[in-house]
């Protein structure tokens, strides 16, 4: 082979030039089609527990690549995140979503919500509340029809920070949902003091229901929290009818998961909405 009698140590450089390479390669691909329109977004109902309607959408991104196909966002939000593209990926998914409610909003006549996704980085931008603010000035969107969702770990790198750019987004009368609840340690002692509306429920304690896994209990526990903050919750990645049974029993407002529908195009989304409202 090609290798064969080289040294391990440049089999090893080879291996780590790819990947510097192949992260360029991305990177730059990332520029492209975030100037040529190649990202686009699917969207998962969020349902109504009570009676099965769909209350809103997660906007989730993916990337049409015109050689490597579709690409989920688990292969590009990370280097996004590094290079500082987030910041223009974050502005067009938010204004996109905007978009999408009021298409949405005059075809069907259904009053919901979209969920974007906000990474840290976006956060730590001061710029945030007034890009979030000339989406709604662009779009003239409801401001409570869109809701932004925060991983909770991302609070405890510069929480005062945070929550002040948390306080001026709210401000606008955009809603704030904390994704992934239950994972990032939180501190439940500053969780009073964060503008939120909504906890998301992690997977993993929703997986933990059906499993005879302790960590079900968690779930259990941050339902009644929210109950007593009297905040809205949502279980993520619900994909078994015993799951959401589970959830069920224990008043969960609104779930979320393949076991509902998996994330899909727009108007896909739309059809379910007009059956609904038949
Ligand atoms: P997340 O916010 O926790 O989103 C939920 C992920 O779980 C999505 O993966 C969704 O497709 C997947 N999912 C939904 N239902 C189920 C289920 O029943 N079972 C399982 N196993 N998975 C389910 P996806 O779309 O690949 O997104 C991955 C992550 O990428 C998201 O995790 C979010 O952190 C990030 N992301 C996605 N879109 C954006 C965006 O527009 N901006 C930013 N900053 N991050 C994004
Ligand atoms: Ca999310
Ligand atoms: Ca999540
Ligand atoms: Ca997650």
Redesign the pocket.
């Known amino acids: 082979a090609k290798a064969a009698g080289r040294s391990r140590i440049e089999v090893f450089d080879d291996a780590l030039r790819e990947r510097a390479l192949s992260r360029l390669r991305t990177e730059s691909d990332l520029r492209v089609a975030l100037d040529s329109d190649q990202l686009f ?2 969207y ?1 109902p969020i349902i109504r527990m009570q009676n099965g309607s769909i209350a809103g959408f ?5 990337w049409s690549h015109p050689e490597r196909g579709t690409i ?3 292969e590009f ?1 990370a280097l ?2 590094e290079t500082g593209l ?1 910041l223009r ?2 502005r067009w ?1 938010l204004k996109e979503a905007a978009l999408q409610i009021k298409d949405w909003r005059r075809r069907t006549g259904r009053d919901l919500f979209v969920s ?4 840290g ?2 956060l730590m931008d001061d710029d945030m509340a007034a890009a979030v603010a000339q989406v709604l000035g662009e779009t003239g969107v409801e401001p409570r029809a869109l809701k932004l ?1 925060i ?1 909770e770990s991302l609070l405890l790198d510069d929480t005062a920070r945070c929550v002040q750019m948390l306080h001026d987004i709210r401000k606008l009368g955009v809603r704030l949902c904390l ?2 609840f239950g994972t990032g340690f939180s501190n439940l002692s500053y969780l009073h003091s964060y503008p939120v509306d909504t906890l ?1 429920i ?2 993993s304690f ?2 933990a229901a059906t499993a005879g896994d302790r960590r079900a209990e968690i779930a259990r526990i941050i339902t009644m929290l929210a109950a007593a903050l009297d905040l809205e919750v949502v279980a ?4 078994r009818d015993a799951e959401a049974a589970f959830l069920r029993d224990l008043h969960c407002q609104y779930a ?5 529908a ?2 899909m195009p727009p108007e896909e989304a739309e059809r379910h909405l007009l059956v609904q409202a038949a």
């Open positions: 977004l699917v998962q997660e906007a989730l991104v993916r989920l966002p688990g939000i996004a995140e987030i990926l974050g998914a974007v996704n906000v990474s980085r976006q969702e991983t994704d992934d998301k992690d997977r929703v997986r993520e990645g619900v994909e979320q998961g393949y076991f509902f998996r994330p």
